[in-house]
């Protein structure tokens, strides 16, 4: 027999061959390994058991009002994490994470007060702890405090915060007048230099006022002022770097309050210097004249069967007397709106003036409303607005055009507004570069204004108007067109 021999492709070929052959062994070979390994647990490992998350629980309350605050949303920082409290002001968050985190609370209260935000509360936390923690709106005193600044250790200066009520309802009465004094006679409170020795505010929602930089360590006397009518003088002493927290009644559980508002039946303006006749039991016989927000107040007014009739020059009087009743210990409200009455007048002539000054001291101030409204700084009020509809009062003009302005009080001595998103302070009022003291934004009618600037605080005020007292509650800049 001869040797067979195989040609180099064949060989090759029956290879090739023999590896397809083999293949599904060494893939099934390698599949089985990759499973082994996926499977085997690696030595030395454990298994995880997820951690509790920990638990706060705590009640919010309102100071102001001793009372549970409902509603109150309360929020972990950094988080989006949120929970309400319940009607007895009760709360239960769970917190993931262990460590230091922070609590902020939010209520429409806040706003109530003149309050932005309050300081957040801290807590240490670890897995599965349950941690208690009582939020609060602080208490009048602390709120006063807060309205007032930064008093300094040693200053000899205390703070009043306080409420005036009617003695029969309990209800805070809005708009009244409060005067601080060192002497309790109204003929008396001068210093030997014949300066001021009072302090005077107007009471704002709920019967609320704040006097800040009260002397301490001696005889002070409060008293209220309604209707020209004062209450007898309640004597307090504070003490050092403190606040007094102060309530102040009107009227007598016997009798009741008469309060009301005279305003346009149009479009519900009020009317100022309206006559108010009052006719109640007992012969009583009282006139009285609205005020800039067009109210009227009867402090002491006995039970029984009343009427009210109103007149003023540019209105028509009312078709018969406006008759209710006023009940002891109560506090009665009521509106009278008047129609206005066509007044002929005299033709006069009107000149038309350019709307920006081209020289003067005016010049200046156009310049800057132009280059801080591109920076977003301030708010500026010009004549466009000043001289349009229903702009009869300055204070209504600045607070409908100033979000966040809020108007607390008509009495003579307040300016009326407070612009401050947090402090409830008077602001510092400038008239034509010039601060002024005891003089307020409605000592001006809007048609005498050229332009209005309003800056809340130290981040918008220009140099000329930073003084201290603008620094905590902002500013006003008034610019007559006396200086055109």
Not at 381 to 387: A, K, M, P
Not at 430 to 435: A, E, K, L, N, Q
């Amino acid at each position: 027999m001869g040797l067979q021999t195989k040609e180099p492709g064949t060989r090759a070929r029956e290879s090739a061959a023999l590896l397809g052959q083999a293949r599904p062994f060494f893939l099934m070979a390698m599949s089985a390994t990759i499973i082994f390994w996926s499977v085997a647990p690696s030595v030395g490992s454990a298994e995880q058991v997820p951690s509790d998350p920990a638990v706060v629980t705590g009640t919010v309350m309102d100071s102001t009002r001793m009372a549970p605050l409902e509603g109150a949303e309360i929020q972990l920082l950094g988080t989006d994490h949120t929970v309400l409290s319940e009607a007895d002001g009760s709360y239960r968050m769970e917190v993931a994470s262990p460590g230091r985190h922070e609590l902020h609370l939010s209520h429409p209260r806040l706003l109530e007060l003149g309050l932005d935000t309050l300081p957040s509360w801290e807590i240490v936390v670890a897995d599965g702890d349950i941690h208690t923690q009582d939020l609060a709106i602080p208490g009048w005193a602390t709120l006063g405090m807060w309205q007032c600044g930064q008093i300094p250790a040693g200053s000899g200066l205390g703070v009043i915060s306080g409420v005036v009520v009617s003695a029969g309802t309990r209800d805070g009465l809005e708009g009244v007048t409060v005067q601080v004094a060192r002497d309790p006679d109204p003929d008396a409170r001068r210093d030997a230099r014949g300066q001021d020795e009072r302090w005077e505010v107007t009471t704002g929602p709920e019967g609320r006022f704040v006097v800040c930089d009260l002397p301490v360590d001696i005889s002070l006397y409060a008293v209220v002022s309604v209707a020209g009518i004062e209450t007898s003088p309640q004597e307090l002493r504070l003490g050092s770097d403190e606040a007094e927290v102060l309530t102040l009644q009107v009227g007598t559980s016997e009798a009741g309050i008469l309060r009301g508002t005279v305003e346009q039946g149009g479009d519900g303006e009020p009317i100022e210097a309206a006559q108010v006749r009052v006719r109640g039991p007992e012969g009583l016989s009282e006139i009285l004249v609205t005020d800039r927000a067009g109210g009227f107040i009867l402090p002491e007014a006995p039970s029984g069967a009343y009427q009210v009739e109103v007149a003023h020059l540019a209105y028509r009087d009312l078709d018969e007397p406006l008759r209710f009743d006023v009940v002891g210990g109560q506090m009665t409200n009521v509106t009278v709106r008047l129609l206005r009455d066509a007044i002929a007048l005299d033709p006069i002539d009107v000149e038309v003036e350019a709307q920006r000054p081209t020289w003067g001291p005016l010049v200046e101030i156009y310049d800057r409303k132009e280059r801080f409204e591109r920076l977003g700084l301030g708010r500026f009020i010009g004549r466009d607005v000043l001289d349009g509809p229903g702009s009869h009062r300055l204070s209504r003009v600045i607070a409908g055009r100033t979000p966040g302005v809020r108007l607390v009080g008509t009495g003579v001595s307040s300016a009326g507004v407070r612009i401050h998103r947090v402090n409830d302070c008077e602001p510092s009022i400038y008239v034509d570069g010039i601060r002024t003291g005891g003089m307020g934004v409605d000592d001006f009618w809007p048609h005498q204004v050229e332009m209005v600037e309003i800056y809340r605080g130290i981040s918008q005020l220009p140099g000329e108007m930073a003084d201290n007292n603008a620094l905590r509650c902002g500013a006003i800049g008034i610019w007559t067109r006396r200086g055109h």
